[in-house]
């Protein structure tokens, strides 16, 4: 039975716990870990203290290396101070040998410039010289040539001045034989013309002169009148707009029909311009002015010119009674006495009155009318019968248009009538116009149309008795664009009408003259 108790106990130890076995390894393990740590241990502190002999070898080492070190140092310091002290003594020279050097370069370079101008200057001043030597040259040259043109020229002179007098003595020749050439063509313009006027024949001489000496420049709202038995024309005020400046003229020109001269006689000039008067013959002699615009103002003085004496007078009128001032009337003279109609005044009203100025007692009278007056107008036409029993006026303008009709008053009865004309061409409506009485027939000439846009040039005649218009002139010759719609070129003298042409330049330069016969 024992041996079966031991048995167990085999068997016992041979199933021993697998974990105890594995503890039992990493014992084993472990304590021969720790047997190589103590070796290691051992050998490690052997290390340490050879190291730490060593190292207290090296710390002496060091100490006599730094001791010799800042000895050296010490030494080095010193030397290397007292380098640096020559170094920057040296670069302190070196900084003041370069800025020498540096301004010894800029002197170079400048100098260099100098050197360079110069040489341009130089070369300049060469061809200067080159060219002053030649202009020197020339200069002799041209001395010598302009001694030799200087004579030529002189004797050139000479005989330029022998050929300017010759020229200007034939120029003198030529203008005098181109005057007279055109003098002789306008007189051998000269027409005669046999025309049956009223079935009566009429015989209409027209000739034609050139006009000289001091010619006066063409105006607007001037007057023109024949005086001297139709020897003399006289020519006073008006406005100019030349050179686009307004003028107005205040002198007297004179024309000699049978010398074809203008004259100015002097001292005639009389105060300031006049223009819008009107004009009438008193006498042979006389010249009387009414109304007009002087500088800024209407007129209603009376001055009467003396073509004998050339001597302005100027009447002392007696009495209150005078009429307005105004432009555009128009008057006419039955022997000593003046008559006036119509017009427009300072204040733009446009008038029919009839006023009489009487020489003799120089007083003005209203005349207190009947019958159908004219309306008020400006610009007509007043003619007297030769026998001075009536007073005719023609056209005028109303302030709306130009009128044609004629009125006549009775001076004995102081009635006015109109005339009824149904016979015969009438004449275009116009205002200032120019009319004349010739034994029963009344003339018209000049004038312009509504608004002053055409100047009229045409001559009608009217039968007083018929009545009757007839055409006398068809006013062909008036085609000078030059024209002024408000001058007067056109007066009458008996059966004589003198019509004046203005030339490019605006002076009155061509009269002509017709002169009709029944």
């Not at 540096?102 to 300049?124: A, G, M, T």
């Not at 023109?224 to 406005?239: C, F, M, Q, S, T």
């Not at 408000?486 to 490019?504: C, D, E, I, Q, R």
Request: with cysteine.
């Amino acid at each position: 039975m024992p041996p079966k108790k031991d048995a167990k106990k085999d068997d016992k130890k041979s199933q021993v716990d697998p974990n105890e076995a594995k503890f039992q390894e990493e014992i084993k393990q472990l304590e021969k870990a720790n047997n190589d740590l103590q070796l290691e241990q051992n050998f490690m502190l052997d290390k340490f203290r050879q190291t730490k002999a060593d190292n207290e070898r090296m710390k002496a080492e060091i100490s006599g290396f730094k001791s010799r070190l800042s000895s050296a140092t010490e030494d080095y310091a010193d030397i290397l101070e007292h380098r640096q002290e020559q170094i920057k003594a040296e670069e302190l020279k070196l900084k003041t040998q370069q800025l020498i050097v540096d301004k010894l370069e800029s002197d170079i370079v400048r100098l260099q410039e100098e050197i360079k101008l110069l040489r341009e200057r130089n070369q300049q001043q060469s061809v200067k010289l080159s060219d002053a030597a030649q202009m020197l040259k020339d200069k002799e040259n041209l001395e010598d040539a302009v001694r030799k043109q200087h004579d030529l020229i002189e004797k050139q002179c000479e005989e330029l001045k022998h050929f300017k007098i010759q020229i200007e003595d034939k120029d003198t020749k030529l203008q005098k034989a181109a005057f007279q050439i055109e003098e002789l063509s306008l007189k051998s313009s000269a027409t005669t013309d046999l025309r049956i006027l009223f079935d009566d024949p009429w015989l209409i001489l027209v000739s034609h002169a050139r006009l000289k000496a001091d010619i006066p420049m063409d105006r607007e709202y001037n007057s023109l009148i024949a005086l001297g038995l139709g020897k003399l024309l006289v020519l006073y005020g008006g406005l100019s707009k030349a050179a686009g400046a307004e003028e107005v003229g205040c002198e007297v020109a004179v024309l000699n029909v049978e010398s074809s001269n203008w004259e100015r006689p002097p001292g005639v000039r009389i105060g300031s311009g006049c223009y819008g008067h009107s004009v009438a013959v008193v006498g042979r002699t006389k010249m009387l002015v009414f109304g007009g615009i002087r500088g800024d103002a209407y007129s209603n003085d009376v001055v009467i010119l003396n073509t004998d004496t050339m001597k302005w007078q100027t009447p002392h009128v007696k009495g209150i009674d005078r009429p307005v001032p105004r432009s555009g009337h128009a008057t006419c003279c039955i022997r000593e006495k003046l008559f006036v109609f119509g017009g427009v005044s300072a204040e733009g009203v446009f008038l029919n009155d009839l006023w009489v100025f009487d020489q003799d007692s120089s007083q003005w009278n209203h005349l207190s009318t009947f019958g159908q007056m004219p309306t008020p107008r400006r610009g007509s036409s007043l003619s007297a019968t030769e026998d001075g029993r009536r007073l005719y006026v023609f056209g005028g303008f109303d302030g709306y248009e130009c009128n044609n009709d004629v009125h006549y008053l009775d001076l004995e009865k102081l009635t006015w009538s109109p005339m009824s004309i149904h016979f015969g061409q009438a004449p275009e409506p116009r205002e200032n116009a120019s009319t004349c009485i010739t034994s029963k027939y009344l003339l018209v000439s000049g004038g312009c149309t509504t608004g002053g846009t055409r100047w009229l040039g045409d001559a009608r005649v009217l039968d007083l008795y018929s009545p009757r218009w007839e055409c006398l002139d068809d006013g062909s010759w008036n085609t000078s664009l030059w024209l002024k719609p408000h001058g007067v070129y056109t007066t009458f003298y008996g059966n004589k009408l003198f019509a004046l042409k203005p030339s490019p330049d605006e002076r009155l330069w061509e009269l002509m003259v017709s002169h009709h016969s029944f």
